[in-house]
């Protein structure tokens, strides 16, 4: 079964500094991997993904991603954090085919903050 | 193009009533999931609709239920409600297959706030 870790349930950076959100994945076969971003009293918007290429992947706000097969991990960067980052944050992988094709595993999420 | 939409975004129910929340999603699309997030349980993969069936179960009881129409708009329904499902649902839609790189991505709506008293 696919699953996703993300070991910090809160990262806390000063504004202007580099920021790094963890997550570690399971899965059975090659990982389609995403992250998204919660605001308060919001639903998920869509940040990044990996399916095949670059292992450095960018996606909206100025975030990247960097997929590592041997550590089974694709960690959320930033190179210089703003206060308006400041968020909860959720890892997902989904499955490659199937009948499970459409459902996203999630992580528990890591709530970003981001002091002036 | 329009996002995907939920209605009614916050709503108030009392323990034994039922509920209908219902979900369009982007154009194109015909695969629509409904998930539930707690503080306790974060999100939680309730089913997924393709093309009208149901594709993915998650482990709910059978008071949640949902369906799709022809036009890919979805419904779900929790029947006899429980205090325990206060919680914000959330439903996403996507392309439904992976020919395409875009049809790997899901999108989320802003979610339907279901507080049971």
């Known amino acids: 079964a696919q699953s996703v870790a993300q070991p910090e349930d809160q990262v806390n950076v000063a504004e202007g500094n580099p920021l790094t959100v963890k997550c570690t994945y399971s899965v059975s076969g090659n990982p389609y991997l995403f992250w998204y971003v919660q605001y308060p009293n919001r639903g998920l918007q869509f940040l990044l993904k990996?399916?095949?290429?670059?292992?450095l992947v960018k996606g909206s706000y100025g975030f990247e991603a960097e997929f590592n097969k041997s550590q089974t991990s694709f960690h959320l960067k930033k190179p210089s954090a703003l206060v308006s980052d400041s968020a909860l944050y959720f890892c997902a992988v989904r499955d490659t085919g199937g009948s499970t094709l459409g459902r996203l595993y999630f992580g528990r999420g890591t709530q970003l903050t981001v002091w002036p | 193009k329009a996002g995907v939409t939920q209605t009614p975004r916050y709503l108030i129910k009392t323990r034994g009533q039922q509920v209908t929340l219902s979900c369009s999603p982007i154009s194109g699309h015909r695969s629509v999931s409904w998930y539930q997030q707690t503080p306790g349980q974060g999100l939680q993969f309730l089913f997924e609709?393709?093309?009208?069936?149901?594709?993915n179960k998650g482990n709910f009881p059978g008071r949640f239920s949902g369906r799709q129409f022809s036009n890919s708009r979805s419904e779900m329904n929790v029947s006899t409600l429980e205090l325990g499902d206060s919680a914000l649902y959330l439903c996403?839609?996507?392309?439904?297959?992976?020919?395409?790189?875009?049809?790997?991505?899901?999108?989320f709506g802003e979610g339907s706030w279901l507080t049971v008293v």
């Open positions: 609709y393709f093309s009208e069936t149901q594709r």
């Open positions: 996403a839609s996507s392309l439904g297959t992976t020919g395409t790189k875009e049809g790997n991505t899901i999108y």
């Open positions: 990996y399916i095949t290429g670059d292992n």
